[in-house]
């Protein structure tokens, strides 16, 4: 049985729906990285070029929320050996995040499927991992960070419940959660590489049908998770500009939070 505090909070972003309906809000979440080849971007000899997200957000007037990987926050790490080596390493990278008025939020630190590792490991041993990127974000942020989001969206619920017990707030895909704060799933990662599952006609145009089939329902918030890709970067080249020309605004993740679970002014009868 879910805790009390659990259906508390569920019932009051229920309501606090209805009263964000005249907000378009989209959180664009980040996971997997810091990757300073995407984040930066580089035009090499032999290579197609990746052109920066960091720049792309910018252009747009964009905020985003990015889930890092704690070991990438270590010193002198560049990332794993098959991704394109920039002179700027991973620690670089989240230092630029952040300066460029980004959040980073918890994406745990060595990457491990949740439910697995409790399994071989134990309890304890999640919980340690999910700290131990904290504290490496932490330092690059100098404050604690709030959310998780766990690897494929996988954690068993004892755990999960300790953790929220423990200030986390636990991102999820889950239709248990309220629809604002949901994770909207893009799919992304299936665009990457040789991989031939990418949504149809376009990465792009998947996201867009998602956001159109929920304005139907009156659903103007969107809380959307992407990769730190290159296929990403491309398809948000169009994206960005195309949401921002229907009236969205791009917010981190605790931004968007406060504004969805904000109620609306009151209003007096008879007066608009």
Not at 13 to 23: E, K, P, V
Not at 38 to 62: E, W
Not at 138 to 164: C, N
Not at 170 to 179: A, D, G, H
Request: charged content about 20%; proline content about 6%.
């Amino acid at each position: 049985m879910k805790s009390f505090g659990y259906l508390c909070a569920i019932f009051l972003f229920s309501l606090s729906t209805a009263f964000a309906g005249d907000q378009k809000l989209i959180a664009l979440t980040f996971d997997d990285g810091p990757r300073p080849y995407i984040l930066y971007g580089y035009n090499a000899p032999s290579v197609k070029p990746v052109p920066s997200l960091l720049d792309l957000l910018d252009k747009n007037h964009a905020k985003a929320t990015f889930f890092v990987m704690g070991w990438r926050l270590l010193p002198n790490t560049y990332g794993e050996r098959h991704e394109y080596r920039t002179d700027k390493t991973c620690l670089d990278a989240a230092h630029e995040v952040v300066r460029r008025g980004h959040e980073i939020e918890n994406h745990t630190f060595s990457h491990v499927q949740l439910k697995q590792f409790e399994q071989k490991k134990g309890e304890a041993a999640a919980v340690a991992d999910v700290d131990h990127g904290a504290q490496l974000i932490k330092a690059v942020t100098g404050s604690q960070p709030h959310y998780l989001r766990p690897p494929d969206w996988i954690m068993p619920s004892d755990l999960e419940k300790d953790l929220q017990h423990r200030g986390w707030t636990v991102l999820t895909i889950s239709s248990e959660m309220p629809v604002a704060i949901r994770d909207i799933n893009s799919l992304d990662y299936l665009c990457a590489g040789k991989a031939t599952q990418c949504p149809k006609p376009s990465l792009e145009a998947s996201v867009l049908k998602t956001i159109e089939a929920r304005e139907k329902k009156g659903i103007t918030t969107h809380l959307i998770a992407f990769h730190e890709l290159s296929t990403t970067v491309a398809a948000l080249e169009v994206l960005l500009p195309e949401l921002r020309a229907r009236g969205y605004q791009f917010v981190t993740l605790q931004d968007y939070m406060n504004r969805v679970s904000k109620p609306a002014p009151a209003t007096i009868k008879g007066q608009p």
